[in-house]
């Protein structure tokens, strides 16, 4: 099989008719007919079913769809890469950072940068999702990592590409296993927690789960800082959400206790402005961050 049979599959499982996908190809119906019976046959697979309305996606074709458009999506990716790399990209990129740069792989991303484009200068922005977001859409910063996926209001559209998932476990300090353990989300929310501000992820994602539940978390103190928050739960404090390997390693190093029975599954995203995301500068970047979390 070829890339051109790819498109001639997708393009008719898209349209359900020959003549119209030929003409989104700019080539002839025939041309189209032979490209879908050479794959099949190359496979050995039937790909469509023809009824009264034209193709139809038979049950193997409708799962081999999204596998074709992601080899489609990943040569263009990489055809945009290798354009950017014999490109000449010079200015200042703004970017947004957030949490630690171990975790976000800032130093290699910034090393690599400089090293592929070395007439490119950046300047870092450090904060929290929400206001890494917030600078985006108003044009301060040009592309920035953010937890999650920016959402969906009717504010300026973000472009975001996920780098990794990862899990939020509630950590308590040292000797409250009896408080924790087995709790669901409801009977911690009466427990004292450390709070966050409104642009903060822990604050976003804590909100929706105790707002969906009907009730109101016990908030003894606002921390706008991941190492203070982690401070304040070794001290006594209260509860707090901690990234899953941290709250791991701070369980065996200083005992602290994982609640069992409750955890966040979010993610480390990459965005910028949906309308900035093919601009030479945004979409070197992101072609270089994809490859560093490959």
């Not at 309305?53 to 945009?80: C, H, T, W």
């Not at 592929?116 to 859409?137: A, F």
Request: aromatic share 6%.
């Amino acid at each position: 099989m070829d890339l051109i049979q790819l498109r001639a599959f997708v393009a008719v499982a898209k349209e359900g008719n020959l003549t119209r996908a030929a003409e989104q190809l700019h080539v002839t119906q025939p041309a189209v007919s032979l490209q879908i019976k050479s794959l099949q046959d190359s496979l050995q697979l039937s790909l469509f079913t023809r009824s009264a309305s034209g193709m139809r996606l038979s049950n193997d074709g409708a799962k081999l769809l999204p596998y074709a458009e992601k080899v489609i999506a990943s040569m263009g990716e990489f055809r945009q890469a290798a354009h950017s790399m014999h490109s000449t990209i010079s200015g200042e990129l703004a970017i947004g950072t957030i949490l630690d740069p171990e975790f976000t792989r800032l130093g290699i991303f910034l090393k690599r940068l400089v090293e592929t484009y070395p007439q490119l200068s950046t300047k870092l922005q450090q904060g929290m999702s929400g206001t890494v977001l917030q600078q985006i859409r108003a044009g301060t910063l040009d592309v920035g990592f953010y937890l999650g996926q920016p959402p969906d209001d009717g504010k300026t559209p973000c472009h975001s590409q996920v780098l990794t998932p990862f899990t939020y476990r509630v950590v308590a300090p040292k000797g409250w296993k009896n408080r924790v353990a087995g709790q669901d989300w409801a009977s911690l929310a009466r427990l004292p927690w450390l709070w966050t501000p409104a642009e903060s992820a822990h604050h976003r994602l804590l909100s929706q789960i105790f707002a969906g539940l009907g009730v109101a978390p016990n908030k003894v103190a606002l921390v706008d800082q991941e190492p203070s928050m982690l401070d304040l739960v070794k001290s006594g404090v209260g509860l707090s959400l901690i990234r899953d390997a941290i709250a791991i390693r701070e369980a065996h190093a200083h005992g602290l206790v994982i609640a069992d029975a409750v955890s966040i599954t979010t993610e480390l995203s990459f965005i910028c402005q949906e309308k900035r995301q093919h601009e030479a500068m945004i979409a070197a970047s992101f072609a270089l961050l994809k490859t560093i979390w490959v």
